[in-house]
């Protein structure tokens, strides 16, 4: 029987850093630089988690960004409101923001605007029966359940927060210090965008065991059918 393989992926600038993980603590995970979601789509992944959308509001805003906003605490700014399908599909900010704004009765930050591109990317890909092997996952949300659900209070990219979130890693069966990857820039890849593709592997791992946290614990759905939900 082949080896379970659990991938995690998290939007960079050269694309998205993939994560591959055994599941096992003495096995090294791989990080690779893929230019596309169709890459991780076409490995023979058990389970993939990526850090970005999957289904948009039609009607009122995803409640799972409110229950994660609330679960991560200090750091509830790392989770956008997600836009409508509509607004996503828009050419520029201001036209976008007035959609959503007509179809939500709110505007967004334009942090969110930037991830555009790899929105479309994952909607135009996904589907239903793909929903069986692909989940959304939020790193902060992940690491705050490593963190026995216990926000945490530095951000990402401090010296502080780079180093803690190494140690939940490590701390609950994610071999960081074995971790292989080709050498890239920073302008490709940063540091915090491996650890968060990390984080969704890990959670690509629980979620294939059932042992993740889920939000919302009843399923939504969104125009198409798909599941609305944040896994960790």
Known sequence: ??????????GCKAGWVMVSWSGRADKAPQAAIISGFHDALNSKATCIGVDMPIGFPHRTARSCEALARSFVGPRRSSVFPVPCREAVMADNY????????ATLGKKFPKQAFMLFPKMREIDAAI??????????????????????QVPLLHAKKTIEG????????????????RLRHPAWKRSQAADDDILDACACAWSAWRIANGRHTIFPETPEFDARGLRMEINA
């Not at 780079?162 to 210090?177: E, I, V, W």
């Open 162 to 177: 780079a180093d803690l979130r190494r140690s939940l890693l490590t701390a609950n069966g994610f071999p960081l210090t």
């Open 127 to 148: 589907t239903l029966e793909l929903q069986s092997r692909v989940f959304e996952v939020h790193p902060e949300v992940s690491f705050c359940e490593m963190n026995s």
């Open 1 to 10: 029987m082949p080896e379970p393989c659990f991938i995690g992926l998290d």
């Open 94 to 101: 201001a036209s976008a923001c007035e959609i959503n704004a």
